[in-house]
């Protein structure tokens, strides 16, 4: 992996989470700022990037749909939901062919 600009892998940094950063290294006098300011930087570090959204999940099986999610899912327009691959190959076998496998609608 080739280092971006700013140090990391894909060459972006988060503002914010480098003003803490900055405010933590600066902080004089007692160490308490720094340290708090440091546990922070990390908490919000841990806590970004780590989970995806709800609407990654197919509302029939409730499995996550794989990324890429245009080529694993299907959008049904009637209800507005994606519905995994295989519960619309589940559905078609069952004899629902021109039918929502979510809402129903033909």
């Known amino acids: 992996v080739r280092k971006g600009r700013h140090g ?3 060459g972006v940094v988060d503002s914010s989470m480098s003003d803490v950063a ?3 290294s600066q902080a004089g006098g007692s160490n308490e700022p720094a340290d708090k300011a440091a546990r922070n930087l990390d908490q919000r570090l841990m806590e970004s990037g780590n989970e995806r959204p709800e609407g990654d ?3 029939i099986c409730f499995d ?3 990324l890429p999610i245009d080529g694993h ?3 049904m327009l009637c209800c507005i939901k994606l519905v995994c691959n295989g519960c619309d190959l589940a559905a078609t076998r069952r004899g629902m062919y021109d039918s929502c496998p979510f809402c129903r609608t033909p």
């Open 73 to 75: 899912s299907k959008m």
């Open 57 to 59: 999940r197919c509302p």
């Open 22 to 24: 900055a405010a933590a």
């Open 8 to 10: 990391t892998a894909n």
């Open 64 to 66: 996550l749909i794989e």
